[in-house]
């Protein structure tokens, strides 16, 4: 199977503090993405890093990617309230209409 | 003037029925999808369509028919339904993903429970 892992698959975490999730993969990929999807609700897109890129930024996302190893993390930093939601990986092939999703890490933020 | 909104947003139904899924993009995009979820949070492809052909179809059973009448839209029909089949269903879309264009658009996702 193509589909990526989440790790950890739940978070929890003191606001203010930093968040990484990270995501493993099996076979060579053009581009991964990550989302954000809040209870109840659809996934929303955060950030994309393609295959010729290592490291990018959005805000307080960091994400990086490493083909080698096949994974990349996701860090959010100065955690806030309303950055718990459920966080996936996407990763984007040569057939590019097909969007493999990991199986998610829950993040919750303490107050 | 939502961009990708699907109804309805639940439907619970008996086994056996036969039911639909409506999507409707309005940001002119090529590409839409189906995704299921199931109660672990697993989001699994279904279909994918291209200018209302379709590109990509993820071992799906025959009950589950797509159906694009036009690149806007994007439905799907479930026959004889079974109550594996209850999970959430998104609807999705992208510009150009063979362009370079990969971010997905998601629907609100219509939340079905067979009884």
């Known amino acids: 199977s193509q589909q990526g892992e989440e790790d950890p698959q739940a978070l929890s975490i003191q606001e203010g503090e930093n968040a990484t999730m990270n995501c493993s993969y099996k076979?060579?990929?053009?581009?991964l993405q990550w989302y954000r999807q809040n209870s109840g609700r659809g996934l929303v897109h955060l950030i994309l890093i393609r295959s010729n890129e290592r490291e990018k930024h959005s805000g307080r996302l960091r994400v990086t990617l490493d083909t080698s190893k096949k994974s990349s993390s996701l860090l959010i930093t100065a955690s806030r309230a309303a950055d718990t939601a459920s966080y996936f990986c996407?990763?984007?092939?040569?057939?590019?209409?097909?969007?493999?999703f990991g199986s998610g890490t829950r993040l919750s933020i303490r107050p | 003037d939502t961009a990708v909104s699907q109804t309805p947003k639940y439907l619970v139904t008996q086994m056996g029925n036969d039911k639909s899924i409506k999507c409707e993009q309005n940001l002119g995009h090529d590409t839409m999808y189906w995704y299921k979820q199931d109660s672990k949070k697993f989001l699994k492809i279904m279909f994918s369509?291209?200018?209302?052909?379709?590109?990509i179809n993820e071992t799906v059973p025959n009950r589950f028919s797509p159906k694009s009448p036009d690149k806007a839209h994007l439905n799907l029909h479930i026959n004889s339904l079974e109550l594996g089949d209850s999970a959430v269903y998104f609807c999705a879309s992208s510009q150009s993903p063979n362009r370079g264009h990969e971010k997905l658009f998601f629907g609100s996702g219509t939340q079905l429970s067979v009884l």
């Open positions: 996407a990763t984007g092939y040569s057939s590019a209409s097909k969007i493999i």
């Open positions: 076979t060579s990929i053009n581009n």
């Open positions: 369509y291209n200018n209302k052909e379709l590109i």
